[in-house]
Structures are given as structure tokens and as C-alpha cells.
């Protein structure tokens, strides 16, 4: 049950920070979750792929702001984005 609160609130920072670094509109609350739950997915794999692992906090806050970011860009290449 915890992990899920982590996951949740990690998505959450990440989804806000990725669409303030993208300089994206105010997304609200439930796409910065969406957004910052795909990102963490997507950096995970992302970083997988490049021999890196986070296993705390800050690590998983910055990987998936990266793959949230990664997110942004490719629905922004999609023309889904803002």
C-alpha cells in the first residue's frame, strides 16, 4: 500500500515538474498524475536500457521526471500535446 502512495505522489512531482520544464499550460492535478505515472514507466525502461537503476527517492523522482518529459515530447511530435 505504500509503494502505490509513493508511485502516486512520485507521478505527481514529476507530471508537474516535467510540464513546468517543458513550459507546458497547467495541466491539472490528473494529467500531471498520468503523466508523471507513464514518465516513471517510460524512464524506467529508458534508463533500463542504459545500465542505470535508482533506489531511492531522489532517483525515482528524477527518472521519472525524465521519462515524463520523454512523454511530453513524443505526444507533443503526436500533435496530442500542448
Same mark, same amino acid.
Given at each position: 500500500?505504500?509503494?502505490?502512495?509513493?508511485?502516486?505522489? /512520485?507521478?505527481?512531482?514529476?507530471?508537474?515538474?516535467?510540464?513546468? *520544464?517543458?513550459?507546458?499550460?497547467?495541466?491539472?492535478?490528473?494529467? &500531471?498524475?498520468? *503523466?508523471?505515472?507513464?514518465?516513471?514507466?517510460? @524512464?524506467?525502461?529508458?534508463?533500463? $536500457?542504459? @545500465?542505470? !537503476?535508482?533506489? &531511492?527517492?531522489? @532517483?525515482?523522482?528524477?527518472?521519472?521526471?525524465? @521519462? !515524463? /518529459? +520523454?512523454?511530453? $515530447? /513524443? +505526444?507533443?511530435? $503526436?500533435?496530442?500535446?500542448?
Amino acid at each position: 500500500m505504500l509503494g502505490l502512495l509513493y508511485t502516486i505522489l /512520485i507521478g505527481l512531482a514529476a507530471g508537474w515538474l516535467a510540464s513546468k *520544464i517543458m513550459k507546458g499550460s497547467s495541466s491539472g492535478l490528473l494529467m &500531471n498524475l498520468v *503523466i508523471g505515472v507513464v514518465g516513471a514507466v517510460l @524512464g524506467g525502461l529508458v534508463f533500463g $536500457l542504459l @545500465g542505470l !537503476a535508482s533506489y &531511492n527517492l531522489l @532517483g525515482r523522482l528524477v527518472t521519472a521526471t525524465v @521519462g !515524463a /518529459i +520523454l512523454f511530453i $515530447l /513524443i +505526444l507533443r511530435k $503526436l500533435g496530442r500535446g500542448r
